[in-house]
């Protein structure tokens, strides 16, 4: 049988958990000041702005198309490149800027001016303007203009040319467009592609052409819809805090045990938003889904622990109360590192293997079961200890 | 525990995976991919409703006066001040009846006086939220038509909220991927009219040219436009490809405006151009007769939200079929002015407080990397828990793979949203999940350390660790709520997931997983050691 330990009997509380209290409370004041001083590197759900993301047929020189963008009167541009550099791909993100709430939209059309600017950079190829851009036109405007320009009656057309259905055609050009990652760089690709047919490979060749950009993605979050965030954020953590604290209180019958797990939540909550701003990963709205799950999942170690010390109080009425909190640690201990384990493996193939959208939430996820395995012993059981010590059994036993 | 126990229980377990695997087939139409997974454009606007309440002064003031001028009440001056509407001049000794009438006739109006001569008229509350609601009414009406004839498969055009102050809509759009493109044709207002050129003193309609400012077009005038008349830009492109605007000098009144427009398609000129022919009502049809039969030679301007499009000549007479042509369409922008053209005119502007757009490619991009993921970790999860605990980490796969199952099979009859984060839920459920059993294992083979036989110590195994698993899981849940309750988009899928996850996970790993075990107790009733 394999074991992470055969009958394991270490001293966590007496001495130890003076020093390890000690620590916690210095990480903690650490993370807040990281927080303080260095702050988040907020993402656009919280900072507004607008942010486009975009894949380069050619490797883009960042320099010449800040300029471009600059020119545009965008403002202050950050460019930043993302994923591999074979990917050619750009985060475009314009703080936002001066525009008033109610001229004509909070700034919704900064992405226009971004994707505006970038086509103008290629309109200086001859003959490129004001045909049909295949590499970021959409389904609907494809089968649109492939309608408007197919010859009208199709028994006009010899009949083993293939009936050239326009929702088809577009339906098999945008899908092969995206098994491409959303860029075509010859236009023979598309007239090879299955249910292209002869007349639309003939349209496409004459009235469209390869745009040198594809487009990934927009984010644009305005002032108003970014302060509703952030308040829906406070509001979120600060209710599923006093449901646990509720909670425990209530299973426990104790306040001091609920006050235990909740400062070792604050504890493991602090820590994961310190590493969030010491490691300057982006802090979006999923990062708040990562740090809600932080608060379930230390707090789910922490009952798992309180449990088996409520259950052993029970059992031996007349030990000494360190002595059984520690002993419920060490029996507990084989299970706490089992499931931390494998939460951990879960969430670092996200990490690893996620991409980059997912890759700060795991991060954040990651520091925070580290966090919540440790704090479950040396701070919420340390606590408790601490406060049978000092107030007197009446506020510890349960 | 008797046989026939366990045959229904394992009956109750069969039945839960064919419900499961009936609500998921097939799986492609079953589980509702999120925009963040299949693409597509997710949009929140807000209805200006401030510029409808507007609109309804103006009209209000109109009418107003010309109920006051039946009477003889006319005032001198009428000024819109902030939300309110004052009437000044008025006749001092007539002021109480004027009082009386606005009472009387314009209900929605509270009026008081405001210094000799002069009434202030402010909408009531309830009036004026009923402007608003019905602004956005309006304005949610006017975009679904348009996006319906855009084509979009499963569009979500919803206002948010409840209530007539709800002022926002969100707007999705699978599939789609060319933002301007839809925030052009949803966000314009689409608001046509017609109105006569005003030509200035001493030059021909022929021989006139619009000027490139409108200090010129004052000094045409000799210094002011006439009080019935305005300028309006056209934006015009010339042969060297530079763009300019010219002003033109309307009449501030349109005789003929989109409202009176029956249809409107997308056609083509005289020269192959694109263009839009229009229809109007029969009523609007006579107007428009007589409007083109008595000014024949003079321009006729077309205006779309305040800006010329074209000024062509009247040449003969028109009755309800017409064209527009001459403002540079192409065959798209044609399509779209027409299709706006039907839906009618938004009654107010719209303001984007949020945008998102997905290319289908990016999308596809992270369904990739989010599948990839948690498969790699679920499998390391689960050779981990075949080595450790070796025949009973068979239980544990069977359970984990029952677990994901019945999380896939709610979603789908909940019609809930699979997005990226939502993946990262079920990964994490799948680490979380073997928690349940970790807690269960260990007991038993405490028991079993403590000498029990091996049905003792399941049994008991299962029973202490059972308040323990509820307790743990039920935190996290609370957790996951409230992520739900606060949740939008993505990070609500998260939170679905999670859920979902962690209400299966008491199932499969308390009664599942206990089934398991005595179904081997039965086929093995002496069993003496346990693989665990």
Same mark, same amino acid.
């Given at each position: 049988m394999l074991q992470v330990f055969h009958n394991a009997n270490f001293? =966590?509380?007496? !001495?130890?958990k003076w020093y390890f209290l000690a620590l916690s409370g210095v990480a903690l004041l650490a993370a807040f000041g990281i927080i303080i001083i260095k702050g988040f590197n907020y993402?656009?759900? =919280? !900072?507004g702005g607008t942010a486009v993301q975009v894949r380069f047929s050619q490797p883009p020189r960042l320099d010449a198309l800040r300029v471009v963008l600059e020119g545009a009167g965008l403002g202050d541009v950050t460019l930043q490149s993302i994923g591999e550099a074979a990917d050619n791909e750009v985060l475009i993100r314009v703080e936002r800027t001066g525009m008033s709430e109610g001229a004509g939209g909070e700034g919704g059309d900064v992405s226009q001016k971004v994707l505006g600017a970038l086509r103008g950079m290629q309109d200086?190829? !001859?003959?490129?303007?004001d045909r049909l851009d295949l590499n970021t036109v959409s389904e609907p405007a494809l089968r649109e203009f492939l309608a408007g320009h197919l010859p009208a009656s199709p028994d006009l057309a010899p009949p083993d040319a293939g009936t050239a259905d326009p929702g088809l055609a577009a339906e098999s050009i945008i899908r092969a467009r995206n098994d491409r990652n959303g860029l075509f760089t010859d236009i023979g690709q598309v007239a090879g592609i299955p249910g292209v047919t002869g007349p639309v490979a003939a349209i496409l060749r004459e009235r469209a052409t390869l745009g040198g950009f594809s487009l990934r993605g927009i984010d644009f979050v305005g002032p108003t819809a970014g302060k509703e965030l952030m308040r829906n954020t406070g509001w979120a953590i600060l209710g599923s805090v006093l449901g646990i604290l509720v909670y425990v209180w209530f299973r426990f019958h104790r306040i001091a045990w609920g006050l235990a797990s909740i400062i070792a939540l604050v504890h493991d909550v602090t820590i994961a938003a310190g590493a969030m701003a010491l490691t300057g990963k982006e802090f979006s709205l999923p990062i708040v889904a990562a740090l809600l799950t932080i608060l379930g999942y230390s707090i789910n170690d922490t009952i798992v622990l309180f449990d088996r010390i409520r259950e052993n109080l029970r059992l031996y009425r007349d030990v000494d109360f360190e002595k059984v909190v520690n002993a419920s640690v060490n029996q507990t201990l084989s299970r706490t590192i089992l499931t931390s384990f494998t939460v951990f493996v879960a969430v670092f193939a996200l990490f690893l293997y996620g991409g980059d959208k997912l890759n700060p939430m795991s991060f954040c996820l990651l520091v925070g079961l580290v966090s919540g395995t440790y704090s479950t012993i040396y701070i919420a059981a340390a606590l408790l200890v601490v406060t049978h010590q000092v107030l007197g059994p009446r506020y510890a036993k349960a | 525990m008797s046989f026939a126990d366990v045959r229904v229980r394992l009956a109750i377990i069969a039945g839960v995976m064919a419900l499961c695997f009936y609500l998921l087939y097939p799986l492609r139409e079953t589980i509702n991919l999120g925009l963040d997974l299949k693409g597509g454009i997710h949009m929140l606007m807000r209805v200006k409703t401030n510029d409808a309440v507007k609109a309804e002064l103006d009209l209000s003031a109109e009418r107003i006066r010309a109920a006051l001028g039946e009477k003889g009440?006319?005032?001198s001056r009428i000024d819109l001040d902030g939300r309110a509407l004052v009437f000044a001049g008025l006749d001092e000794a007539k002021t109480d009846d004027a009082h009386t009438l606005l009472r009387d006739q314009f209900p929605q109006f509270a009026v008081e006086s405001s210094g000799t001569g002069a009434l202030r008229l402010t909408l009531r509350p309830p009036d004026e939220s009923g402007i608003r609601d019905a602004a956005v009414r309006q304005a949610l009406e006017t975009i679904r038509t348009r996006i319906d004839k855009f084509g979009v498969a499963e569009p979500t055009i919803q206002r948010k909220g409840v209530g007539p102050d709800a002022d926002q809509i969100v707007v999705q759009l699978p599939g789609v991927e060319d933002p301007e493109r839809v925030k052009d044709l949803i966000g314009s207002p689409a608001f046509l009219e017609w109105k006569l050129v005003k030509i200035p003193p001493g030059v021909t309609t022929e021989q006139f040219r619009p000027p490139d400012n409108p200090q010129a077009l004052d000094a045409a005038f000799g210094g002011a436009l006439p009080a019935d008349a305005e300028a309006l830009p056209q934006e015009v492109q010339g042969d060297d490809g530079r763009r300019f605007t010219l002003y033109w000098p309307v009449t501030r009144s349109s005789p003929i405006t989109g409202n009176d427009l029956k249809n409107a398609r997308r056609d083509q000129d005289r020269f192959g151009g694109a263009a839009v022919n229009f229809l109007l009502t029969a009523d609007a049809g006579q107007r428009f007769q007589e409007l083109t039969r008595l000014n024949q030679g003079q321009l006729l301007a077309i205006v779309l939200d305040r800006k010329i499009i074209s000024a062509p000549r009247i040449n003969a007479v028109i009755a309800e079929r017409g064209i527009i042509e001459?403002?540079?369409?192409t065959v798209e922008s044609a399509e779209d002015l027409a299709l706006k053209l039907r839906s009618g005119a938004l009654p107010a502007g719209l303001d984007i407080l949020e945008e998102r757009t997905v290319g289908a490619s990016l999308g596809a991009d992270s369904i990739r990397h989010g599948i990839t993921a948690s498969i790699i970790g679920s499998v390391v999860v689960v050779l981990f828990m075949l080595i450790y605990y070796r025949g009973a980490g068979i239980n544990t796969t069977v359970v984990l793979a029952i677990n994901i199952l019945i999380l896939l099979g709610a979603m789908a009859s909940l019609h809930s949203t699979l997005t990226l984060p939502g993946i990262a839920g079920i990964a994490l459920t799948v680490g979380m999940a073997v928690d349940a059993n970790v807690l269960v294992f260990e007991r038993i083979r405490e028991e079993l350390r403590h000498g029990r036989t091996v049905k003792a110590a399941i049994s008991s195994g299962f029973e202490k660790a059972l308040t323990t698993i509820i307790d743990s899981n039920l935190t996290t849940l609370i957790a996951a709520l409230a992520l739900l309750g606060f949740g939008t988009g993505p990070v609500k899928g998260f939170a679905v997931t999670l859920s979902i996850g962690i209400v299966a996970n008491l199932f499969t790993a308390v009664f599942m997983s206990r089934t398991l075990f005595d179904v081997l107790l039965n086929l093995r009733p002496r069993l003496e050691k346990l693989s665990i």
């Open positions: 001293k =966590f509380m007496w !001495a130890s993402g656009i759900d =919280f !900072a200086g190829e !001859a003959g490129v303007r | 009440l006319a005032p001459g403002g540079n369409f």
